[in-house]
């Protein structure tokens, strides 16, 4: 069994260029969601999916950000005419929703722009 | 909104030393997970509490979640430098709600 993994790990990319970030979760979640995190701080929630349902988003994703999921398995984050701002530690995680909404992450995509 | 406060936001002991990091809030969560998280990597799950008064051991972890389920601790005994990390939590809310709400974390430093 395989956990979350995300692609690339690493991204730079210079400010106002395009950048699309993968997440495949554990292969029976049927939730995913996406974070970012910056230094010295908790992940901030982005948005979330039931299977293929994008049910929640939250005011930090602009309308630079988008994130689609098209058949509930994995998922891509586009940030379009990236800024500085942007870079940070972007998060994946998954659950089953069981019981509990426990939550697995990957590796997370450090994304520097310059 | 639901906020989880954690402290001490920064701890350097000694090796051998004892520590407890808390995780407190004013509302109630139906569960609340503990993570670590290393430079550069996700935060890596440690545990679940679900039930108030809750108390689960990891080796030497101990985790406690408070009767009301508003807060929770960690306590690690004999600190050891593999122990070093981000130490996140995170409640799930009782509202219905499927969002979960991250703490800012404990950054833990064992000094050999």
């Known amino acids: 069994d395989t956990g979350v993994s995300q692609n690339p790990r690493h991204k730079i990319t210079k400010r106002g260029q395009n950048v699309t970030f993968r997440c495949d979760p554990i292969s029976e979640h049927n939730r995913l969601y996406w974070y970012r995190q910056t230094l010295g701080q908790g992940p901030e929630f982005l948005t979330y999916?039931?299977?293929?349902?994008?049910?929640?988003k939250s005011r930090l994703l602009s309308d630079r950000f988008s994130a689609e999921r098209p058949k509930g398995s994995f998922s891509t984050l586009e940030i379009q005419r990236t800024e500085q701002g942007d870079s940070a530690m972007y998060l994946c995680?998954?659950?089953?929703?069981?019981?509990?909404?426990?939550?697995?992450f990957g590796p997370g995509t450090r994304l520097t722009v310059l | 909104t639901q906020l989880l406060e954690q402290s001490p936001q920064f701890l350097s002991i000694q090796e051998g030393e004892n520590l407890t990091v808390y995780c407190n809030s004013s509302?109630?969560?139906?569960?609340l997970q503990w993570y670590r998280q290393e430079p550069g990597e996700g935060p890596v799950l440690l545990v679940t509490?679900?039930?108030?008064?809750e108390v689960k051991k990891l080796k030497r972890l101990t985790f406690q979640f408070g009767d009301a389920r508003k807060d929770s601790s960690l306590h690690i005994t004999a600190a050891q430098p593999g122990d070093t990390g981000l130490y996140l939590c995170?409640?799930?809310?009782?509202?219905?709600?499927?969002?979960?709400?991250f703490g800012a974390g404990t950054r833990l430093f064992v000094k050999a």
């Open positions: 995170a409640g799930e809310g009782d509202t219905g709600g499927f969002k979960t709400i």
């Open positions: 509490v679900v039930t108030g008064g």
């Open positions: 999916f039931q299977n293929e349902a994008q049910l929640e």
């Open positions: 995680a998954s659950s089953s929703g069981v019981n509990t909404d426990t939550q697995y």
């Open positions: 509302s109630v969560f139906s569960s």
